[in-house]
């Protein structure tokens, strides 16, 4: 597959806009498509290698690989197998090279659809935030069979660093479990903060030390002082969707028989 010709990407919100800008700088031409007009526009008038899809189903169409960047893993499979959704006129053979934070069995479920159809799917979650996808340094965890995932393989280089974690459907696990250990963290140090201060202590003062201290985490280097001291509480991440990981690495215990109690908190 020739590594310059279209890439389909549905989904141009606070992560994907920043991500398609990077891939139309690396030189591959981007079709883009999402039901919000003026983010649509945001991405097609700022460069020549940017254009617009009016549907999925033309995405899929004039696209080999197709990058899906959606709330859930629910949205994914509407997008993908709906009626007139990105699988009904993509030609065999092409990708769908899901970027969203999924349910690991419903990608495997969608990656089995898809392999009835010709097609193929790669799960590549991202983690890094909106500075991570404006700077092109992703952390991808993605799965899928290796000679799948080499043919998108410079489009991911594109937008971060790769690390491969097996099959389809495990680099949504990957996310899952990373997303509920930046939870735990954010709610201890959420609740070691409140404490801090009604003892009198000073926030920034506590920031710093943690931050010179057993106690670092990405919660402390790159929330405390830039969202959470100054009352901005702006990182670009709802509560919903993170939630909605705890859930997914929640319910993967639950399939694997393991026992997880801080989860079910």
């Known amino acids: 597959m020739n590594e310059k010709t279209p890439t389909g990407f549905v989904g141009i919100g606070n992560m994907g806009a920043p991500m398609v800008r990077n891939l139309a700088k690396a030189g591959f031409p981007v079709v883009a498509y999402d039901i919000n007009p003026d983010a649509l526009a945001s991405v097609t008038q700022e460069s020549n290698r940017i254009s617009a899809a009016a549907s999925l189903a033309e995405t899929g169409a004039r696209c080999a690989v197709v990058i899906t960047m959606l709330p859930t893993g629910a949205d994914v499979r509407e997008a993908v197998l709906g009626e007139e959704g990105i699988a009904s006129r993509m030609k ?3 990708i769908v090279l899901d970027m969203s934070s999924s ?5 495997v479920a969608l990656a089995a659809e898809l392999e009835a159809r010709g097609l193929h ?3 590549a979650p991202v983690s890094g935030g909106v500075p991570g996808a404006v700077n092109a340094t992703l952390a991808l965890m993605t799965g ?4 799948v995932v080499a043919r998108v393989e410079e489009r991911l280089k594109a937008m971060g660093r790769i690390f491969r974690t097996g099959p389809v459907g495990s680099g949504h696990a990957a996310k899952a479990l990373n997303n509920y250990l930046s939870a735990a963290s954010l709610s201890a140090t959420s609740e070691a903060l409140l404490v801090a201060l009604k003892f009198g202590l000073d926030g920034a003062a506590m920031a710093d030390i ?3 201290s057993t106690g670092r985490s990405n919660t ?3 929330k405390l002082h830039q969202h959470i001291l100054n009352g901005k509480f702006a990182a670009g991440f709802t509560l919903k969707l993170l939630d909605k990981d ?3 690495a929640r319910e993967l215990a639950h399939s694997l028989g393991v026992r997880a109690d801080n ?3």
């Open 210 to 212: 943690w931050n010179a």
């Open 121 to 123: 799917l790669v799960d």
């Open 92 to 94: 065999a053979g092409s």
């Open 103 to 107: 349910e690991p069995t419903g990608t």
């Open 246 to 248: 705890v859930r997914i």
């Open 263 to 265: 989860l079910e908190r």
């Open 220 to 222: 402390t280097e790159n």
């Open 144 to 147: 899928g069979a290796d000679e």
